[in-house]
């Protein structure tokens, strides 16, 4: 069974950071991670993506202070996350895409980790 497990969500005053991880398991094929984040009353939104080509992207929002990276060995994605602001308060959630040969794009999601900046 695939499963997306993250860890490293928390409280955390403004300027302040967090690392967040992101565990794959049984996953394989896969051909992007990312990290997404949805705040009350707001849309899911991308904050970063990484593709196998190491192809990053980042939501004009974090740029500069999120880095996203991955542990091949150890089928782990990161969210380094510096400078944090209140409006980063968020459930946020890991994803990776997989594609096969022949095969439709699959899309998967972690069950989400709170983010909350505040003083």
């Known amino acids: 069974q695939v499963q997306l497990v993250e860890s490293g969500g928390g409280l955390v005053q403004p300027g302040g950071s967090l690392r967040l991880s992101c565990a794959l398991r049984?996953?394989?094929?896969?051909?992007?991670v990312g990290w997404y984040r949805q705040a009350p009353g707001k849309l899911r939104e991308l904050v970063a993506t990484?593709?196998?080509?190491?192809?990053?992207k980042y939501a004009d929002s974090v740029k500069g202070r999120f880095t996203i990276s991955r542990d091949n060995a150890e089928k782990t994605v990161f969210l380094q996350m510096n400078s944090l602001k209140p409006e980063d308060t968020a459930v946020y959630y890991c994803?990776?895409?997989?594609?096969?040969?022949?095969?439709?794009?699959?899309?998967?999601w972690g069950q989400g980790t709170q983010v909350t900046v505040s003083s």
């Open positions: 994803n990776a895409v997989t594609t096969v040969p022949g095969a439709p794009v699959r899309d998967y």
């Open positions: 049984n996953i394989f094929h896969i051909y992007a």
């Open positions: 990484l593709t196998t080509d190491d192809i990053t």
